[in-house]
């Protein structure tokens, strides 16, 4: 069973507003990531988190910060939401050794910008 | 741009056949692959994991990696109706993020 949260699971927001998805796991791991996902579309890495304190921007570019103050929490946020804003993110983490790339997802947000 | 490339689909078998998925990804200093399932408004997770040339075996799913070729593939065995889903290849590089492909519906017929 997959101990990584994401909340809200469901938002429709208005433009211009500021939303921060979060993303909580209860496994210890390390790494964390964020994808955004549009219908039919690969997933886009858009920032990753080695650990506390270590932020990185992903391959697809993004309006969008994190912050990785706890080791289990790693929320993203939108200081003005637009409609182009508007798909799933999935944030995702895994551990050490072995399993070092092998990602759990939570089960998604999935935004909306009216 | 890394990229990982899968035909879309959709791939229709009917129940009981074998399921064979593709994938081929462009670089070369890939180490770690990976086969996700995806069921509709659903979250990836995760079926298999290979990492070194030739067969891997798990129950009903066979993963097939060829460096030299730059290929991986997923074989799904006696395929049921509940493995109808969209199938997504991810490639792991220097870096533990991975790559992911755009997936291959998969529609498993009774």
């Known amino acids: 069973e997959a101990d990584i949260y994401q909340t809200p699971r469901y938002l429709v927001i208005g433009t211009g507003k500021k939303i921060t998805l979060e993303c909580s796991q209860t496994m210890g791991h390390d790494k964390m990531y964020w994808y955004q996902q549009d219908p039919g579309m690969e997933l886009h890495l858009i920032h990753y988190?080695?650990?506390?304190?270590?932020?990185e921007k992903g391959d697809l570019s993004s309006e969008s910060t994190v912050s990785r103050i706890r080791t289990e929490h790693f929320p993203l946020t939108l200081e003005s939401a637009r409609p182009s804003h508007t798909s799933q993110y999935l944030c995702?983490?895994?551990?050490?050794?072995?399993?070092?790339?092998?990602?759990?997802f939570g089960a998604g947000s999935r935004l909306t910008v009216l | 741009q890394k990229e990982v490339e899968q035909n879309s689909g959709p791939l229709s078998v009917p129940e009981g056949a074998i399921a064979s998925l593709n994938c081929t990804y462009s670089?070369?200093?890939?180490?770690?692959f990976f086969w996700y399932r995806q069921y509709s408004g659903k979250s990836p997770e995760l079926i298999m994991s290979?990492?070194?040339?030739g067969d891997k075996e798990d129950g009903r799913f066979t993963a097939q990696l060829n460096k030299a070729s730059q290929y991986v593939s997923l074989l799904i065995r006696d395929s049921q109706p509940s493995d109808s889903a969209t199938y997504l290849c991810a490639v792991g590089g220097s870096g533990y993020a991975l790559n992911f492909g755009k997936g291959t519906s998969l529609l498993v017929t009774p």
């Open positions: 995702a983490s895994s551990g050490q050794g072995s399993g070092a790339n092998v990602l759990t």
């Open positions: 670089d070369r200093g890939s180490q770690s």
């Open positions: 988190s080695y650990g506390v304190n270590s932020t």
């Open positions: 290979i990492y070194s040339n």
